[in-house]
């Protein structure tokens, strides 16, 4: 079955930095545009950053353009998450999904598949 486990989550101070890592297997990688995802307390899930099938095309949020970056490696059948100057708004559950469409605009309604998803405090 498909499994999408993300990694790299943690406690970590104001303008400091973290990688996600999300592992992908039971599905073909390269055919599938990723997205990473958060969902704080009391608040709706939202998009965060998404990239297509080969990593042609990159989309984020604009509360964390400049600061975070997302990448893939299809050998490895990996994307992550670099984010840098942290801020405690951006303490939530992160996840990645995938979906056979690149379509951030739909996003994240409609994706095919979800991580479980892990745990970002930014916090002094």
């Known amino acids: 079955q498909v499994q999408l486990v993300e990694s790299g989550g943690g406690l970590v101070q104001p303008g400091g930095s973290l990688r996600l890592s999300c592992a992908a297997s039971?599905?073909?990688?390269?055919?599938?545009?990723m997205g990473w995802f958060r969902q704080a307390p009391g608040k709706d899930r939202e998009f965060v950053a998404g990239i297509s099938w080969k990593g042609a095309r990159t989309s984020y949020a604009d509360s964390v353009k400049g600061r975070f970056t997302i990448s893939r490696d299809n050998a490895k059948n990996t994307v992550y998450l670099q984010m840098n100057r942290l801020k405690p708004e951006d303490t939530a559950v992160y996840y990645c999904?995938?979906?056979?469409?690149?379509?951030?605009?739909?996003?994240?309604?409609?994706?095919?598949?979800w991580g479980q998803g892990t745990q970002i405090t930014v916090s002094s």
């Open positions: 999904a995938a979906d056979r469409n690149y379509d951030p605009t739909r996003w994240p309604i409609g994706l095919d598949y």
């Open positions: 039971g599905l073909a990688f390269s055919s599938y545009a």
